[in-house]
């Protein structure tokens, strides 16, 4: 049973918009803190972003910061991550997981993952 | 930001061998460390928690220990399917961070 299926991914040119989905079929995401995570061909991983349970806290790599917004929707048990002004080194896997932590103020650890999906900006 | 150091960052082993991955962190962070297994185009899954937490349903052959900075993942008796690539991560505060990686070849 997958329960993170991500969609929204594919090819776009530099300076331009995508939104990531994230949607938990198969999980309760509604008391957890969610997140965006990426892997660059042939990378680690890259914490990108992170939104609380309630949606009113959200937290940003500085390298994405300002360019990327992170939102969800509770009734729709959905993560998005909007990326706007995308450059070539944005290019990567984008996964979306669950912070296993609950409520927590912190980041915990990310216990679920969806199945990743490729944002590719190239010209 | 804290930054994390895995060591080695490769290293090739076999079947039925004892392997362990170190994890440095750049200040204190208590027990506020995570561990990641990942296969060649899978997402990560996750393992251990808190330094030493086995998640649900991980083997009882991996194994993690340390606190503060130092810290290390052992897996005793590989298995085929261990060969992968295992990161450290760090959730003492935000940004969570990851090491770099290591891989375990055959």
């Known amino acids: 049973q997958v329960q993170l299926v991500q969609t929204g991914g594919g090819v776009v040119q530099p300076g331009k918009s995508l939104r990531l989905t994230c949607a938990a079929p198969g999980l309760s995401i509604r008391n957890y803190a969610m997140v965006w995570v990426r892997q660059a061909p042939g990378k680690g991983l890259e914490w990108v972003a992170s939104i609380s349970y309630d949606g009113t806290k959200k937290f940003y790599a500085d390298s994405v910061k300002g360019r990327f917004t992170v939102s969800r929707d509770v009734s729709k048990n959905t993560v998005y991550l909007e990326m706007s002004s995308l450059r070539v080194d944005d290019t990567a896997i984008f996964y979306c997981?669950?912070?296993?932590?609950?409520?927590?103020?912190?980041?915990?650890?990310?216990?679920?993952w969806g199945q990743g999906t490729l944002v590719s900006v190239s010209s | 930001d804290i930054q994390m150091t895995q060591s080695p960052s490769s290293l090739s082993a076999s079947v039925g061998d004892r392997v362990t991955i170190t994890c440095r962190a750049s200040?204190?962070?208590?027990?506020?460390l995570n561990w990641y297994q990942q296969k060649p185009g899978k997402a990560p899954k996750f393992l251990i928690y808190?330094?030493?937490t086995l998640q649900s349903g991980v083997p009882s052959r991996f194994s993690g220990s340390g606190s503060g900075t130092d810290f290390t993942l052992t897996i005793s008796d590989l298995h085929p399917e261990d060969f992968a690539t295992y990161y450290c991560?760090?959730?003492?505060?935000?940004?969570?961070?990851f090491g770099q990686g290591t891989r375990l070849d055959i």
């Open positions: 200040l204190s962070i208590d027990r506020h």
């Open positions: 808190d330094a030493s």
């Open positions: 997981a669950r912070d296993g932590g609950g409520i927590a103020a912190r980041p915990r650890y990310f216990d679920y």
């Open positions: 991560q760090e959730t003492f505060r935000n940004p969570p961070i």
